[in-house]
């Protein structure tokens, strides 16, 4: 049912061309907000610029027929050289330092809720909808809430936890209280005939070629080989690149050991990957920086939060204390295996986030 509220509020839905964002703009229609579609052109790096391009057109067309088909109007905003410098340019300096980065955590928080945000606003639009699966919600003090999507298998929350009050006061997201199922019957009813999705884990900047490949093209240095050396020194191979490798990997580590090695730290001043046995990976301890509150205010601490220390790991129960004015210590509960410097620590209270910060260093035990 259309109220008078939302015929007065534009949206802008940020589309991609696939079924989430495409669903997004058509329930915010039938809720009877104006909506528009905008579009991110960014840049790909797949060295083979031809496939670059047609991928880049398809997916551009797919979105062009769906505002078609929606009869609203449609804008690609070319975001490339802000994506590059800030993402791509992220991406690979962590990757340098030795660290494993999250290009999606920060593409949501300085790309699409902050450049593509401001251009929303700019056209006139009162709020950005994306199809992300997380909710939030508005207090009655007038600040905003993240809490996880409902569906526990597509929770995006943990990509938005970076965000700010600023920014969560403009944001809609109408796929947080559905599943995945809901949205296909939902595509359905629209006559969007998509097929049943792939979902892709590569970033989408690589363009489909591996990192390693990418790495050779736009950062030969990360690909520098070097030692593979056990905690007790001895030399026992050689890295094509730190860049290649993570905490906790076992692959591509040599054969002939007594039992299973995985990588336990990556020594950036000296290129080389430090293994040991499993014994020896994981930590109850690590340090972060400089943490974002969600609500803009950080509570008494010490305190306990379940953590989670990537994308799709579980939730890990500890206790967050506060070290200075620049650093945090996080306590878990149970020895956790693949804390990652470089990776975003996201903290949740129940379904909401709190919180989120950058995994600085582990705490390694059992060497």
């Known amino acids: 049912m259309m109220t008078g509220q939302n015929q007065k509020a534009m949206v802008a839905v940020g589309m991609s061309g696939g079924v989430d964002s495409s669903v997004t703009a058509a329930l915010l229609l039938e809720q009877g907000y104006r909506v528009i579609g905008i579009m991110m052109r960014l840049w790909n790096g797949n060295p083979d610029q031809n496939a670059a391009l047609q991928k880049r057109e398809s997916q551009e067309k797919r979105a062009r027929e769906i505002a078609h088909k929606l009869d ?7 975001l490339e050289k802000e994506f590059r410098t800030k993402v791509v340019g992220y991406y690979l300096s962590s990757l340098k330092d030795g660290q494993t980065p999250n290009p999606c955590f920060v593409c949501n928080r300085e790309i699409k809720w902050g450049t593509l945000l401001q251009a929303a606003l700019g056209r006139g639009a009162d709020r950005l909808a994306t199809g992300h699966y997380a909710r939030v919600i508005r207090r009655f003090d007038g600040s905003s809430a993240l809490l996880k999507g409902v569906d526990a298998k ?44 792939e979902e892709s884990q590569d970033l989408c900047f690589l363009g489909g070629v591996s990192q390693e490949l990418f ?5 030969a240095d990360s690909n520098r080989t070097g030692v593979i050396r056990m905690v007790d020194g001895q030399v026992v191979g050689e890295h094509n690149g730190l860049s290649n490798y993570t905490i906790g990997q076992r692959k591509g580590l040599g054969s002939g050991f007594a039992e299973p090695v995985y990588v336990l730290e990556k020594d950036v001043l000296n290129n080389e990957i430090i293994i040991g046995t499993k014994a020896m990976l994981g930590s109850h301890s690590m340090i972060i920086g400089n943490v974002s509150w969600i609500s803009g205010r950080e509570p008494d601490l010490p305190t306990r939060f379940d953590f989670k220390i990537r994308y799709k790991s579980g939730l890990l129960p500890g206790k967050l204390i506060k070290l200075n004015n620049s650093e945090y210590q996080v306590f878990f509960d149970k020895r956790v295996r693949d ?27 059992g060497s």
């Open 72 to 78: 609203i109007p449609f804008e690609i905003i070319d």
């Open 154 to 197: 597509k929770d995006q929350s943990y990509v938005l936890a970076g965000l700010s009050q600023p920014q969560l006061s403009h944001i809609l997201l109408p796929l947080g209280e559905m599943t995945k199922e809901e949205i296909r019957h939902i595509a359905h009813r629209f006559g969007f005939g998509f097929q049943a999705e």
């Open 215 to 219: 790495l050779d093209t736009y950062s």
């Open 339 to 365: 804390a990652t410097p470089g990776q975003f620590a996201v903290f949740y209270h129940g379904d909401e986030v709190m919180g989120s910060s950058v995994i600085q260093r582990v705490i390694r035990e």
